[in-house]
């Protein structure tokens, strides 16, 4: 169906509960669980994305200080 949507917090937890409680299922209003398998591979992706970025906090306060 055109317009519909789920959300999702994008954490492995959230992830998690949602396919366990058949949210996306639900959500999506869909006759059987889809493939989240993408969804997943995306999340996983975002928090190694950001465990592999610098901390710049200190850079930043070395800069405002000058």
């Known amino acids: 169906m055109p317009g519909r ?5 994008p954490t492995v ?4 509960l ?3 409680r058949r949210a ?11 493939d989240t398998s993408a ?4 999340i996983v992706g975002l928090s190694r994305a ?9 850079q930043a306060e070395r800069l405002m200080d000058n």
Request: aromatic share 8%.
């Open 50 to 58: 950001s465990t592999e970025r610098p901390d710049m906090t200190e």
């Open 13 to 16: 937890d959230a992830y998690d």
């Open 24 to 34: 996306f299922r639900r959500a999506l209003r869909l006759d059987r669980d889809p």
């Open 5 to 9: 949507g789920a959300w999702l917090t």
């Open 39 to 42: 969804v997943l591979d995306h």
């Open 18 to 20: 949602a396919v366990k």
